[in-house]
């Protein structure tokens, strides 16, 4: 879920957003917020449901959401998981380990490096170099 | 005056502190100029009914509700932005 920007080149900008080209404005209309979503999710060929905030950051007020945030919602509609503030509580561990009591280990790839993201070293090719 | 002294003191180490953590002095002032006003705990606790809110889809003309897509399984939802 999309909320307002976190860094923008207006406000609080961090050398690492201009290391990694992610430089915007804080979006004043709902178009420009939709532009950095769009450019966000293609980006990094982002496969899930993704929403955007409405300009009144109905979502962002309603669950205190920004800077960044993580919940999870129950099949009763109820809080069953709510994260801490971003980024210093944001903590995807807690959502898999409550993933995890519900449904089992969760079994997936790991994470692919972001475009512009040197691969990680291989071991053996660190091996070799020494 | 020693009570001013005390007070200035605090504030310079509060000030060092916020610096360290925000990444340098201009990260701090900008971090209390922008970032601390939006930075809510908020009131939600764990069992409250999920307040819902309605949200665009990416193709800015269709809009959801975070409750419609909640029942049949959990839904984990990830707040964040670009930057």
Not at chain 1, 73 to 89: C, L, S, T, V, W
Not at chain 2, 31 to 41: I, T
Request: hydrophobic share 40%.
């Amino acid at each position: 879920m999309y909320v307002r920007e976190a860094h923008p080149t207006d406000e609080w900008q961090m050398k690492a957003n201009v290391k990694d080209d992610v430089c915007y404005a804080q979006p004043r209309t709902l178009s420009d917020r939709l532009a950095i979503a769009n450019d966000f999710t293609k980006r990094f060929k982002y496969p899930l449901p993704f929403g955007v905030d409405d300009m009144q950051n109905a979502a962002n007020d309603a669950y205190a959401a920004w800077p960044e945030r993580l919940y999870i919602i129950d099949e009763n509609g109820k809080i069953a998981y709510r994260g801490g503030m971003g980024p210093f509580n944001y903590n995807p561990v807690e959502v898999r380990v409550w993933l995890a009591s519900r449904y089992g280990q969760v079994k997936h790839p790991e994470a692919k490096p972001a475009p512009n993201e040197k691969e990680p070293e291989k071991k053996d090719a660190r091996d070799k170099k020494s | 005056m020693w009570i001013g002294i005390s007070v200035g003191a605090l504030l310079v180490i509060a000030f060092i502190a916020l610096s360290v953590m925000a990444g340098g002095p201009k990260d701090a002032i900008y971090m209390v100029r922008y970032a601390l006003p939006h930075m809510h705990r908020g009131n939600l606790k764990v069992g409250d009914a999920a307040p819902d809110a309605r949200v665009f889809a990416l193709s800015g003309t269709e809009t959801f509700h975070i409750r419609e897509r909640t029942g049949a399984k959990p839904l984990v939802i990830v707040f964040g932005s670009f930057t």
